[in-house]
């Protein structure tokens, strides 16, 4: 028993040697608990990491064409091609008036047909007289047909070749009559198509918000939206790219062209690559995205195009971008966190033995995460990650 008590005090001693050696006094004598970091020298590539959200470079809104109610939807997520029916709204008085229409349009094309059978049965009636007529004139001149039989012959030809006209003249009428009923028909058809909305582009069904997005409620069947309101948005997502902002501190580091590892919340452990195509040319106030308003930080807009199509890359994912902003061969480098500003001094905290030691040092490029240091750091030293009281 007393052994067992030996031990569990030996064991208590060691871990308090172990607490009291990570203590160690600062330049004022003050205990300090505070982590360290080690300067090192090596090759350091300089990012700038900040979040975006994916977006399509293309896309479509569709809106609805009228205030009808929505007879069909087509759901959320679905990969449609040009020319897909999109919304169907409701048309009952439309597809009723199309089919009287049409029926219009086929008494029309019978009553056409039937004139022009008779226009055709009259012209061969015409031409049968026109031979006949035609064979007496040569019998009179032989001697062989009297005067009286040629004249009724004449006559009776001219009768029908009037008549004839009359037929054409019934055709043409016909013909209007048809074409007045296909005009109809179409305007009805127009006004039936009107109340279907197809895809203009291929692309990504995403449903629009009704009311404030942070409500969550989006459009959906049995739905009645008003003319003009938003229904769906259709992302081309073959060509995405994201939208960050960034820290007006490190924008005149960002070029177009450097390339970027993109990273998804929702796809962790995967690393996609694009790069700077466009930087913003004014300056906006952050906003914090959990409550919406405005945080005083500057920063600008860059957009990342996405090197290649993934299915995974969906419109409204969250994102992290790493911008590779500069490379440096055989540098001193440390944390950013491990450099401090002394009454207009830059200064860090190198641990000595049990106490910190201030230097005073000179800086070069930095990112949000590390440092390169012209002078003051050794590779190897330890260096305060907060500024000791």
């Known amino acids: 028993m007393i052994h067992k008590k030996l031990w569990f005090r ?71 091609k040009k020319g897909d029916l999109l919304v169907q709204l409701e048309s009952a008085k439309y597809e009723i008036q199309v089919q009287e229409c049409q029926s219009l349009v086929a008494v029309a094309e019978a009553q056409l047909d039937k004139a022009k059978s008779e226009l055709q049965a009259q012209k061969y009636k015409e031409e049968n007289s026109k031979k006949a007529y035609e064979a007496l004139l040569e019998l009179q001149r032989k001697g062989f047909a009297m005067d009286s039989e040629v004249e009724e012959a004449r006559l009776g030809y001219l009768e029908l070749r009037s008549k004839t006209g009359s037929f054409e003249a ?30 203009p582009m291929a692309g990504l069904v995403v449903h629009s918000f009704v009311g404030r ?13 008003y003319e003009g309101q938003p229904l769906m948005e259709l992302p081309d997502i073959t060509s995405m790219q994201v939208v960050a902002e960034v820290n007006e501190m490190d924008v005149e580091k960002v070029k177009v062209g450097q390339p970027v590892d993109i990273r998804l919340d929702a796809v962790p452990d995967v690393v996609f690559h694009g790069k700077v195509v466009r930087i913003g040319s004014l300056a906006q106030q952050k906003v914090n995205k959990a409550t919406g308003s405005r945080t005083g930080v500057k920063a600008f807009t860059v957009e990342v195009d996405v090197d290649n ?51 005073v040092v000179e800086c070069g490029s930095s990112n949000n995460q590390f440092v390169v240091i012209r002078s003051g750091l050794q590779p190897g030293e330890r260096v305060l990650l907060a500024q000791p009281i």
């Open 10 to 80: 030996v064991g208590l001693l060691a871990a308090a040697v172990a607490v009291v050696s990570w203590r160690f006094v600062a330049t004022n004598g003050r205990a300090l608990d505070i982590p360290t970091a080690e300067v090192v020298k090596g090759d350091f590539a300089m990012h700038i990491t900040e979040t975006g959200e994916l977006k399509a470079k293309r896309s479509a809104i569709i809106t609805s064409p009228n205030d009808k109610l929505i007879t069909y939807l087509v759901p959320e997520g679905t990969w449609v």
């Open 170 to 199: 019934a055709v043409n009428e016909k013909r209007s009559d048809m074409a007045r009923a296909e005009t109809v028909l179409k305007q009805t058809q127009r006004k039936l198509e009107g109340n279907a909305v197809f895809a």
């Open 213 to 225: 997005p942070e409500e969550g409620k989006k459009v959906e069947l049995g739905q009645t939206p």
């Open 309 to 359: 199509a993934d299915e995974r890359l969906r419109p409204g994912l969250s994102a992290s971008v790493s911008i590779l902003v500069g490379e440096f061969s055989e540098v001193t480098y440390a944390p950013v966190h491990a450099i401090f500003n002394d009454h207009g001094t830059t200064v860090a905290y190198v641990k000595r033995g049990h106490k910190a030691q201030r230097v």
